[in-house]
């Protein structure tokens, strides 16, 4: 894809976003993002929160980092949900 040579949009940032956050970028078209960037505060909120997105999505996706568990205590609550099994 061709980087946009005209000063971008708020429409163009958008396009690109996915590489801009990824930082796959060519340095010149990061360069017009990071200028329209500086001039576009709508922007750069939405920026903030799609990285802020994407890092809940990961965070989501991560092992739980539970306790151990007892296995008494596992018993117990076997115990009290199934009686007599
Ligand atoms: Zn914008």
């Known amino acids: 894809m061709n980087a946009p040579t005209k000063f971008p949009t708020c429409h163009d940032v958008l396009t690109f976003l996915d590489d801009y956050v990824a930082g796959e970028l060519a340095p010149d ?6 200028r329209h960037l ?6 750069v ?3 903030a929160s799609y990285r802020e997105t ?4 990961r965070a989501a ?5 539970l306790p151990t568990v ?16």
């Open 29 to 34: 078209t990061r360069a017009t993002f990071d």
């Open 38 to 43: 500086s001039v576009c505060p709508s922007c």
């Open 45 to 47: 909120a939405y920026l």
């Open 54 to 57: 994407i890092a809940m999505a």
């Open 61 to 65: 996706h991560r092992p739980p980092t």
């Open 70 to 85: 007892p296995p008494e205590l596992l018993a117990a609550i076997r115990t009290s949900i199934a009686p007599g099994k």
